[in-house]
């Protein structure tokens, strides 16, 4: 907690404090003001806690967006039940022990909640991460693909019917789509490495028969993970 939030917290702790004081007169059973004064200081404490999420990093804020929603459903739900067993403990002489037990209880749900809405936030992340992983696969293979096309539309000692080969490849590289299976991956990798081959042999200008062999090669591992998913 910073030293900022840490003096929001402890100022409104000490305004709590000051009103179980005031209203001790009040109650008979000291141990209820206990009670309700506690309880007053956790409600505070969460809320300060689900409503500090909002003002966090903008990229923090933006990943825990719907967990934020969630908390603060719970928070605003929490709150009124804390106050209405307090009022209604107050008015109705509601013994200690049933009001702690319904305390605990909202408590209970409320905490749940909150690890319901973290365990969400956190499925998402996982779930983002392992997208964007397989993404940057595809995105790496597509830009190979179009610096090999544009390394053989420069190199003049190429046929302009084998460019147009590489060019029709590296058009179709474009389409693979992400994976997360072993076999796709393994496909990606070699299917990587052949373009490497490739371009390698088009920047060292090497004879027709192995680059054509090579193109064939990667056209071949290409189709095999055009139909892989």
Same mark, same amino acid.
């Given at each position: 907690?910073?030293?900022?939030?840490?003096?929001?917290?402890?100022?409104?702790?000490? #305004?709590?404090?000051?009103?179980?004081?005031?209203?001790?007169?009040?109650?008979?059973?000291?141990?209820?003001?206990?009670?309700?004064?506690?309880?007053?200081?956790?409600?505070?404490?969460?809320?300060?806690?689900?409503?500090?999420? #909002?003002?966090?990093?903008?990229?923090?804020? /933006?990943?825990?967006?719907?967990?934020?929603?969630?908390? #603060?459903?719970?928070? &605003?739900?929490?709150?009124?039940?804390?106050?209405?067993?307090?009022?209604?403990?107050?008015?109705?002489?509601?013994?200690?022990?049933?009001?702690?037990?319904?305390?605990?209880?909202?408590?209970?749900?409320?905490?749940? &909640?909150?690890?319901?809405?973290?365990? =969400?936030?956190?499925? %998402?992340?996982?779930?983002?991460?392992? =997208?964007?992983?397989?993404? /940057?696969?595809?995105?790496?293979?597509?830009?190979?693909?179009?610096?090999?096309?544009?390394?053989?539309?420069?190199?003049?000692?190429?046929?302009?019917?084998?460019?147009?080969?590489?060019?029709?490849?590296?058009?179709?590289?474009?389409?693979? =789509?992400?994976?997360?299976?072993?076999?796709?991956?393994?496909?990606?990798? %070699?299917?990587?490495?052949?373009?490497?081959?490739?371009? =390698?042999?088009? !920047?060292? !200008?090497?004879?027709?028969?192995?680059?054509?062999?090579?193109?064939?090669?990667?056209?071949?591992?290409?189709?095999?993970?055009?139909?892989?998913?």
């Amino acid at each position: 907690m910073k030293i900022s939030n840490f003096f929001i917290w402890l100022i409104g702790v000490g #305004l709590i404090v000051f009103l179980c004081v005031l209203l001790s007169g009040a109650f008979q059973d000291k141990i209820v003001l206990i009670l309700d004064g506690s309880v007053l200081v956790i409600a505070y404490t969460l809320a300060l806690y689900v409503y500090g999420a #909002l003002f966090v990093s903008t990229e923090k804020f /933006a990943s825990d967006v719907p967990a934020t929603g969630v908390k #603060l459903y719970a928070l &605003w739900t929490y709150v009124p039940l804390v106050f209405s067993c307090i009022v209604m403990g107050y008015a109705y002489k509601v013994s200690f022990n049933w009001q702690l037990f319904l305390q605990a209880c909202f408590l209970f749900v409320f905490v749940l &909640w909150l690890i319901v809405a973290n365990a =969400s936030v956190n499925r %998402m992340a996982d779930v983002a991460t392992k =997208s964007q992983v397989r993404h /940057a696969n595809t995105d790496m293979l597509a830009a190979k693909a179009a610096q090999m096309k544009l390394a053989a539309s420069l190199n003049k000692s190429i046929s302009s019917d084998t460019q147009t080969e590489i060019s029709k490849f590296a058009e179709r590289v474009g389409y693979v =789509s992400p994976s997360s299976s072993a076999a796709a991956n393994m496909q990606e990798n %070699m299917l990587s490495s052949s373009i490497d081959r490739i371009l =390698s042999l088009v !920047n060292s !200008n090497a004879s027709i028969d192995q680059l054509l062999a090579e193109l064939e090669n990667a056209k071949t591992i290409l189709s095999q993970r055009l139909r892989t998913y």
